[in-house]
T-cell receptor
Framework: DTAVSQTPKYLVTQMGNDKSIKCEQNLGHDTMYWYKQDSKKFLKIMFSYNNKELIINETVPNRFSPKSPDKAHLNLHINSLELGDSAVYFC???????????FGPGTRLTVL | KQEVTQIPAALSVPEGENLVLNCSFTDSAIYNLQWFRQDPGKGLTSLLLIQSSQREQTSGRLNASLDKSSGRSTLYIAASQPGDSATYLCAATPTIKAAGNKLTFGGGTRVLVKP
């Protein structure tokens, strides 16, 4: 069984559209994250949720809005997509902020 | 602000040779350090996690050391195999769980093991 899953795996869309990426973990973890990996392969944290509460919100445009309906899910909604949003977005989870993180397979977003 | 650096950015070795991957971090106030493997077009797989109180961790052919005082961690892969070809990333977790302070990743070392 996949521990951390993301959908879709690939997303190609036009500039200006609104899209969502979903993440689910079946590990029973309390903390979930969204990371962005840019074209240079650098990974940077965007958001972190602990027990459905936002605890880390890096400097990302407010067009990005995470939503956690329950501890097992953390979705990322992006409004008014821009070319620079093209990247691979990774979801991850951990038991808490201090423990090992497990990553999902990533969602490759391409904005045309 | 924590900065994590991995040198070299790419490494090519013949099969059977031992691999030594370096990771350096500027702020020694870390809670733990984690090594990941990323295959092309794939997600990250956690390899080893070293707590700040530990000096090393081992898993099979992998051994990771941590020297907080010098701000370095090294990942050793013994008797490399073509299947070890991937990008290896290290990431540091700070002791202060302030907003915006979570895993800081290095740029990765891309490894190619030639048969």
């Amino acid at each position: 069984d996949t521990a951390v899953s993301q959908t879709p795996k690939y997303l190609v869309t036009q500039m200006g559209n609104d899209k969502s990426i979903k993440c689910e973990q079946n590990l029973g973890h309390d903390t979930m994250y969204w990371y962005k990996q840019d074209s240079k392969k650098f990974l940077k944290i965007m958001f972190s949720y602990n027990n459905k509460e936002l605890i880390i919100n890096e400097t990302v445009p407010n067009r990005f809005s995470p939503k956690s309906p329950d501890k097992a899910h953390l979705n990322l909604h992006i409004n008014s997509l821009e070319l620079g949003d093209s990247a691979v977005y990774f979801c991850a989870s951990s038991q808490n902020l201090a423990t090992e993180e497990y990553f999902g397979p990533g969602t490759r977003l391409t904005v045309l | 602000k924590q900065e994590v650096t991995q040198i070299p950015a790419a490494l090519s070795v013949p099969e059977g040779e031992n691999l030594v991957l370096n990771c350096s971090f500027t702020d020694s106030a870390i809670y733990n350090l984690q090594w990941f493997r990323q295959d092309p077009g794939k997600g990250l797989t956690s390899l080893l996690l070293i707590q700040s109180s530990q000096r090393e961790q081992t898993s099979g052919r992998l051994n990771a050391s941590l020297d907080k005082s010098s701000g370095r961690s090294t990942l050793y892969i013994a008797a490399s195999q073509p299947g070890d070809s991937a990008t290896y990333l290290c990431a540091a977790t700070p002791t202060i769980k302030a907003a915006g302070n979570k895993l800081t990743f290095g740029g990765g070392t891309r490894v190619l093991v030639k048969p």
